[in-house]
């Protein structure tokens, strides 16, 4: 089984910066694409829907970006490829949310590559 699990989220004053990291880990076969996605605060959350793709990295170092956070957002991952960070920088208050990671895991079992979310951590930017 492998679990999803994000850290790192806080509160950081508007021109900041925070790190977010998030590890899969157990019986790890295979990671896909790893991501960053968010949701803002009053967004009931739906497995797909009504959040907000931030970062994307491909198990080929492959980056993609949402618009508004291109130039202040780093998205990177390590050579195992199990591991994924976002850096960012010049935080604005509507980058405050709930940050989601999902990893696209390989599952032996029913041999097809799973989306797999971790259980979010808050990200809070003040004015």
């Known amino acids: 089984q492998v679990r999803v699990e994000e850290s790192g989220g806080g509160l950081v004053q508007a021109g900041g910066s925070l790190r977010l990291s998030c590890a899969a880990t157990?019986?790890?076969?295979?990671?896909?694409?790893m991501g960053w996605y968010r949701q803002a605060p009053g967004n009931q959350r739906e497995f797909g829907n009504q959040r907000e793709l931030v970062a994307l990295i491909s198990s080929g170092q492959l980056t993609k970006y949402a618009d508004s956070v291109k130039g202040r957002f780093t998205i990177s991952r390590d050579n195992h490829g199990n591991t994924v960070s976002l850096e960012m920088n010049r935080m604005k208050p509507e980058d405050t949310a709930v940050y989601y990671c999902k990893a696209e895991s390989y599952s032996d079992y029913e041999k097809k590559y799973l989306e797999l979310w971790g259980r979010g951590t808050w990200v809070t930017v003040t004015p």
């Open positions: 157990g019986s790890v076969f295979d990671i896909r694409d």
